[in-house]
Every structure is written in structure tokens, then in C-alpha cells.
């Protein structure tokens, strides 16, 4: 079975403070890690992908299929960056439907 | 073309009464997704359609929900003798179908939030 975890409920920083958003996942296979995003009274909106290897916002994640996880970081932390965050997987026959995290909600302080 | 929108966008109704949602998904997009989403929880999966055929429903799905996509355009989720349990915010999300193993990215509507009292 997939799963997707992500261990912190709460996270708070300071603005201009790195900040990292676990996400561990379970699956037999290949998945594909996404990071999505839910800005307060916004929609969920996908914010990055791990095959694209971008930078969105100045925020990365990598890949990381020993420890089978997909961290989302990023060195300077914004005060629009407060939002729920939301780590997901897609694979196998499946292909498409996302499994979801229970969501990290970011705080940042000015 | 204003994105995925999703009718009505509250719902307030009693235990044992049946409900009907509707998505319309963004005008192109063939395939069409439904979750369920729990007070502290992230979205989960419920069902999805390429055009009018479903193709995959979750074991969460129970036999008193259904949902229907009769001209590949827009979505019926229907929940029957509905229950306390159902509560929940139920979001739509469409995409463009991809190749074997390619995903598309899915486009979320702003959910239908349900209590059921």
C-alpha cells in the first residue's frame, strides 16, 4: 500500500530563517513526489515536482529513495510562504491518483 | 474559463437525507477527480473518470456514494441516507490525460464543504 507521511502538524519559523518540511512515503515501485500548496481561502495548487527538479518560490525538494523521503526546503523563509503544506505521491497502475500527507501548516513570523 | 468550479460550496443537511454535489471541471480536461477531505487530514481519493467511464473508485467509497460524468463533461457525486461520518470537505480536481506514466497536473476547485447535523 502507499502511503505518505509528514511527521510535523506545526512548524514555525522566523522570517529569513531556513525552513524544511518533512515527507517520508511508502510504495513499492517508482513513484512520483509533489508538493502541494494551500494558501489561506486559496485553492490547492501544485507547487513543485520532483521529476522537473525545479525551484518554485526558492523552495527544492530532492528525491531521496533510500530514506524514501522528499523534504521540501528553503533557505529564506517568507512571510507569504505561511500556508498548508501538502506531500503526495502518484505511481503504478494508478497512475495519476495522488495519495496525500496529512499537511505540515507553515507559520512564518515577521 | 475561470479553473474547476464545484456547486454548492456549502451544505448543510440531516442524517439520513441524500445530497448531490456537481464539478465542473476546466473545459478541455478529460479526466476528472474526486476526494474527500477530513478535519486534519490531507485530500483522499475517491474516484476519478477518463471522459464519461470511471475507472477507479477507493474502498472508501461505500455503496451509498456514486458519482456520474454522463457527457464527459461535468460531475455528479451523490451520497445516499447520509451520515454524521460524511462530514467533510469534498474537493474536485480535472487534468489533461497523459501518456503512459506521464501525470499531468490536476487542477483543484475550492471543495464542497458537507455537515451533516
Known amino acids: 500500500a502507499q502511503r505518505v507521511t509528514q511527521p510535523e502538524k506545526l512548524l514555525s519559523v522566523f522570517k529569513g530563517a531556513p525552513v524544511e518540511l518533512k515527507c517520508n512515503y511508502s510504495?513499492?515501485?517508482?513513484?512520483?513526489l509533489f508538493w502541494y500548496v494551500q494558501y489561506s481561502r486559496q485553492r490547492l495548487q501544485l507547487l513543485l515536482r520532483?521529476?522537473s527538479r525545479e525551484s518554485i518560490k526558492g523552495f527544492t525538494a530532492d528525491l531521496n529513495k533510500g530514506e524514501t523521503s522528499f523534504h521540501l526546503k528553503k533557505p529564506f523563509a517568507q512571510e507569504e510562504d505561511s500556508a498548508m503544506y501538502y506531500c503526495?505521491?502518484?505511481?503504478?497502475?494508478?497512475?495519476?491518483?495522488?495519495?496525500f500527507g496529512q499537511g505540515t501548516i507553515l507559520t512564518v513570523h515577521p | 474559463d475561470t479553473g474547476v468550479s464545484q456547486d454548492p460550496r456549502h451544505k448543510i443537511t440531516k442524517r439520513g437525507q441524500n445530497v448531490t454535489f456537481r464539478c465542473d471541471p476546466i473545459?478541455?480536461?478529460?479526466?476528472l477527480y474526486w476526494y474527500r477531505q477530513t478535519l486534519g487530514q490531507g485530500p483522499e481519493f475517491l474516484t476519478y473518470f477518463q471522459n464519461e467511464a470511471q475507472l477507479e473508485k477507493s474502498r472508501l467509497l461505500s455503496d451509498r456514494f456514486s458519482a456520474e460524468r454522463p457527457k464527459g463533461s461535468f460531475s455528479t457525486l451523490e451520497i445516499q441516507r447520509t451520515e454524521q461520518g460524511d462530514s467533510a470537505m469534498y474537493l474536485c480536481?480535472?487534468?489533461?490525460?497523459?501518456?503512459?506514466?506521464?501525470?499531468?497536473?490536476?487542477?483543484f476547485g475550492p471543495g464542497t464543504r458537507l455537515t451533516v447535523l
Open positions: 520532483h521529476i
Open positions: 510504495y513499492s515501485g517508482s513513484p512520483e
Open positions: 473545459s478541455e480536461h478529460n479526466r
Open positions: 480536481a480535472s487534468s489533461l490525460r497523459g501518456s503512459r506514466n506521464t501525470y499531468n497536473e490536476q487542477f
Open positions: 503526495a505521491l502518484t505511481g503504478g497502475t494508478s497512475y495519476g491518483k495522488l495519495t
